[in-house]
């Protein structure tokens, strides 16, 4: 199963394994080892994008860290846009 935005807590994986999922995925974009693949759990996910070049593709596929780091500091500068919009709606709805 692929969790809705990647957000997975105890009650998510709760709910998977009483639905018969094995394997939540995230949206930790980061390389799998075999030391954090264990079933039932979850797995990293990696958002492969049409544009990326065979490049791109072969550094995702051989773990290669300046990649997953790059995708990790630029997903951390799209969030920060977004968490003052999420705490006024937050905000908007309790009251």
Not at 16 to 33: F, H, I, K, P, R
Not at 40 to 46: H, I, K, Q, Y
Not at 60 to 68: K, L, M, P, R, W
Not at 79 to 90: E, G, N, T, V, Y
């Amino acid at each position: 199963m692929a969790a809705p935005g990647g957000f997975i807590n105890p009650r998510v994986m709760k709910s998977a394994y009483e639905c018969g999922y094995a394997l939540v995925g995230t949206c930790d974009e980061w390389m799998n080892s075999p030391d954090t693949m264990t079933l039932p759990g979850s797995v990293n996910r990696v958002n492969v994008r049409r544009h990326f070049s065979i490049q791109a593709f072969r550094h995702i596929v051989e773990g290669h860290s300046a990649f997953y780091l790059w995708r990790q500091v630029r997903a951390g500068g799209l969030a920060i846009p977004k968490r003052p919009l999420c705490r006024w709606d937050h905000h908007k709805r309790i009251n």
